[in-house]
């Protein structure tokens, strides 16, 4: 399988001025944790990472530093994750040769070698997938009124799951979907939405509580607090 991950974002909202995945976590950059669960993966053969130019050379000693034993690649992102994993999409499809991709965000560093195992495995029955976990909270729908923020509806919670990555598909519908979002102005937030847009199934496949997206100070507070417990060996 191969897998993309998209790095090339910045560290907005985790308050930091460079790109948050590489930003320091049990003294290593979040992005390594990420590679290394990736690179471990028995059913990942190729990973791609998406980067911006000024990151290429930290994001280099990453690589070098994890030393994966499987072809590891960095490619230019965009503008946008969408257009970042765009121009992975574009590259992979140029090669003609493969068929399924995984995508997997560098920020999601916790995500176990099993969870991209299993993706890996669902995607031979499907052509579209996610990770996703059961939403725990009730959910509102809102819009904003002139005395705040008013609840529109409550969306019935069983029905409700919180989108994860790794996010799977055959790639070249992948590749459509990509073309078609271009050609219309779609903005989206993971893959699944295009997908979803052009009407084609997407499943889930079950997700793991603790692959946190780290997008704020806390979630490195929380992050940390799980790499080392796993560190720790059991007794
Ligand atoms: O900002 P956020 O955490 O939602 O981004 C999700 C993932 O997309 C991150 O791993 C980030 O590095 C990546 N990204 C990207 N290119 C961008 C913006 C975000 O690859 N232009």
């Not at 003294?27 to 993966?41: F, H, Q």
């Not at 059961?134 to 959910?139: A, C, L, M, R």
Request: charged residues 20%; hydrophobic residues 45%.
């Amino acid at each position: 399988m191969h897998l993309l991950i998209p790095a090339a974002g910045s560290g907005k909202r985790m308050g930091a001025t460079v790109n948050k995945l590489l930003l320091p976590l049990l003294g290593r950059p979040i992005l390594a944790w990420t590679l290394e669960a990736a690179a471990r993966a028995c059913s990942i053969e190729w990973i791609g990472i998406l980067c911006q130019p000024p990151d290429w050379p930290a994001i280099e000693a990453i690589v070098a530093a994890v030393a994966p034993a499987k072809p590891v690649q960095l490619l230019v992102g965009g503008a946008t994750r969408q257009e970042s994993v765009y121009r992975g999409v574009e590259y992979l499809y140029s090669l003609g040769t493969v068929e399924r991709v995984l995508i997997h965000d560098g920020a999601r560093c916790l995500a176990t070698p099993a969870l991209f195992d299993r993706c890996s495995a669902a995607l031979q029955q499907v052509d579209g997938l996610i990770a996703a976990i059961p939403v725990k909270d009730t959910i509102k729908v809102t819009e904003s009124g002139p005395k705040g923020i008013q609840i529109q509806a409550t969306p019935e919670r069983s029905r409700l799951w919180a989108a994860q990555t790794p996010q799977g598909f055959r790639l070249p519908l992948l590749w459509q979907a990509h073309r078609e979002a271009l050609a219309q102005g779609w903005q989206v937030t993971d893959d699944a939405a295009l997908f979803e847009k052009l009407g084609w199934p997407v499943y889930i496949v079950e997700g793991e509580e603790s692959n946190l997206k780290l997008t704020t100070p806390l979630d490195m507070l929380l992050a940390a607090q799980i790499l080392q417990q796993r560190l720790v060996p059991a007794s």
